[in-house]
């Protein structure tokens, strides 16, 4: 039973854009939190941003980035499409990478891989230099 699916990778030059989307289904339509994790080549998967919500309107959403994020990334959530989407702008070489959308069903933020309940299949990054 696939529960997250991203789509939106794809090859872009350094400078340029990209929008990732995770669609969540079945059981992972109960996630509070959602976060982008990358993984380059030999090398470990690394946090890139999250979102958690509640099922209270008022309180919004809280968003948190890694340090190499901030400033060129923008993480949202589409409620009623069960979506979240990670905006990349001013892409680098060093972005080339999977990312991995995940799901837990607490709010909490959290930038560790092993508190998340749901993981996605990847979906490639290129930046060409």
């Known amino acids: 039973q696939v529960l997250l699916v991203e789509s939106g990778g794809g090859l872009v030059q350094a400078g340029g854009s990209l929008r990732l989307s995770c669609a969540a289904s079945g059981r992972a339509l109960n996630t509070k939190s959602m976060g982008w994790f990358r993984q380059a080549p030999g090398k470990e998967r690394e946090f890139v941003a999250v979102?958690?919500?509640?099922?209270?309107?008022?309180?919004?959403?809280?968003?948190s980035y890694a340090n190499s994020a901030k400033g060129r990334f923008t993480i949202s959530r589409d409620d009623a499409k069960n979506t979240v989407s990670l905006q990349m702008n001013g892409l680098k070489p060093e972005d080339t990478a999977v990312y991995y959308c995940?799901?837990?069903?607490?709010?909490?933020?959290?930038?560790?891989?092993?508190?998340?309940?749901?993981w996605g299949q990847g979906t490639q990054v290129t930046v060409s230099s």
């Open positions: 995940a799901g837990r069903s607490v709010p909490l933020q959290s930038s560790t891989a092993g508190d998340y309940d749901y």
């Open positions: 979102i958690t919500w509640t099922d209270f309107a008022w309180s919004g959403t809280r968003t």
